[in-house]
């Protein structure tokens, strides 16, 4: 803006007036900054809510399956060297009780060695195929040329297809190619045949000191399985076995349910959905607690949404029967300020009398086709959160397009205040102007008259 000085002429404050004038006339645009800092206030804080109610889903996904669910302790029993030759981890929906474990084999690879070389690296004056074949698979031809050292074999066993791995050993004297299988259990042994001037040694029974087998285990003495691994994931419901050694007695395995463990993802669960019901009382006001935003208070997307989540969470799980088929019945309750809480001493009631049926007010039962309590409430978020026309991003969405509109209307008031400016230091320039003209004319008048007196005497 140009350099103004105003009065020279009138001996008034123009820039004062103008400031005056252009005060009355910049409230609208005063008016509409802040109605626009508020609702961008709103927004961020209504962004809080939605975010807190999101969260309750990502919280209630973590207890949606039986393997989340599931909250056992397992106890193995040691060996004489105090070792446990089992390692029992909990992953599904497990059941109490108590088994005998003996191991009788583990799962091993094939292992061969080849024939004593001289030289790693030195030419062999080999030439032929090394044929590989894994089981019933497919046999993987190696091409062995006249060149090749123990070296250049192994790296070319290494890029075929073949589910083994060479490498080449020395045992201070001697190199010898070591091969072996990439995979436990009968179906995978490997079997080698040599043609042409190949003759490394890996087809020679001999040679494979080591044969592919199974792991198996005994339980209670009365069952033997046996699996391509060391683990068995489908033997004790619930629990992955994983045999480690082999025993010559069995060992005991013990599976207990661990409510403490089961309270603290439950209560992972009430952390997230209280945050969110905090997060929209703060915002919308509840009780005697003021809204911390007008343009929130009592807000009807933020109320419908908690009150949608209480009904949800209040209510029997559909498909549902028996004494446990909510969230109150197994100790989570709905407080009356919209709250959950937990009675730890219910919940561990609960599951020492059905664990399976707490665990369906949670996860639900697949043999009905029932869905949880877990997954009704994501559900209910996606409608509340997430979804793109989720009731609060659509109240989100209608705050941004008023303040856009404000923005706009900004835009433009502050055009009208510029070009009023404008139109007023133009015309108290022409003021000045006049005013200046009319003062010189006065002076050259009064010059005129006192000339005129001087004549005269």
Do not use: C
């Not at 480690?244 to 669960?269: E, R």
């Not at 100790?331 to 919940?347: C, H, N, R, T, Y």
């Not at 639900?364 to 979804?387: C, E, F, Q």
């Amino acid at each position: 803006m140009a350099i103004t000085f105003g009065g020279l002429a009138s001996g008034l404050d123009t820039n004062a007036l103008i400031d005056g004038l252009m005060g009355v006339e910049r409230i609208p645009l005063l008016r509409n900054q802040a109605k626009q800092a508020s609702l961008t206030s709103a927004k961020t804080q209504l962004a809080s809510v939605l975010s807190r109610v999101s969260a309750i889903k990502t919280a209630a996904e973590k207890l949606d399956t039986d393997a989340e669910f599931a909250s056992f302790t397992t106890t193995v029993g040691k060996d004489a060297n105090g070792e446990a030759p089992v390692v029992a981890t909990v992953t599904g929906s497990a059941l109490a009780g108590n088994y005998s474990i003996g191991v009788s084999q583990l799962a091993q690879e094939t292992r061969t060695k080849s024939d004593a070389f001289a030289d790693s690296t030195a030419a062999l004056a080999q030439a032929g195929t090394l044929d590989i074949t894994v089981g019933g698979s497919a046999t993987v031809a190696v091409t062995v040329e006249a060149a090749d050292s123990l070296t250049d074999i192994a790296t070319k066993i290494n890029s075929s297809s073949a589910r083994v791995t060479a490498s080449v050993i020395y045992d201070g004297s001697q190199h010898r190619l070591l091969v072996l299988g990439k995979d436990t259990g009968d179906v995978n042994q490997v079997v080698y045949q040599e043609s042409g001037t190949v003759a490394l040694g890996l087809s020679t029974g001999a040679n494979t000191y080591q044969s592919a087998q199974n792991a198996t285990i005994t339980i209670d003495n009365q069952f033997t399985i046996s699996r391509a691994t060391n683990k068995f994931t489908d033997v004790v419901p619930g629990i992955t076995l994983t045999a480690t050694k082999t025993t010559t007695s069995d060992i005991k395995l013990d599976v207990a349910p661990d409510p403490s463990s089961q309270a603290s993802k439950i209560g992972a669960f009430i952390s997230a959905y209280n945050a969110a019901v905090s997060a929209g009382h703060l915002a919308a006001g509840y009780g005697s607690t003021q809204a911390s935003n007008k343009n929130l208070s009592g807000d009807s997307a933020i109320r419908s949404s908690l009150n949608r989540l209480s009904r949800i969470v209040a209510s029997a799980v559909p498909g549902l029967t028996g004494k446990y088929n909510m969230l109150a019945a197994v100790g989570v309750s709905l407080s009356s300020s919209g709250s959950l809480d937990l009675d730890e001493d219910k919940l561990t009631a609960a599951l020492e009398d059905d664990p399976d049926a707490v665990a369906k007010v949670f996860v639900g039962d697949s043999s009905t086709s029932t869905d949880g309590m877990m997954k009704l409430i994501s559900n209910v978020v996606d409608a509340l959160a997430d979804d793109t026309d989720s009731v609060l991003k659509t109240r989100e969405k209608s705050f941004e397009s008023e303040i856009k509109r404000l923005a706009e209307r900004q835009l433009d008031l502050q055009r009208r205040l510029d070009s009023y400016e404008a139109r007023l230091r133009k015309r108290y320039t022409d003021l000045e102007i006049m005013i200046s003209k009319i003062n010189q004319q006065g002076a050259g008048l009064s010059g005129l008259v006192n000339f005129q007196q001087y004549s005269r005497k």
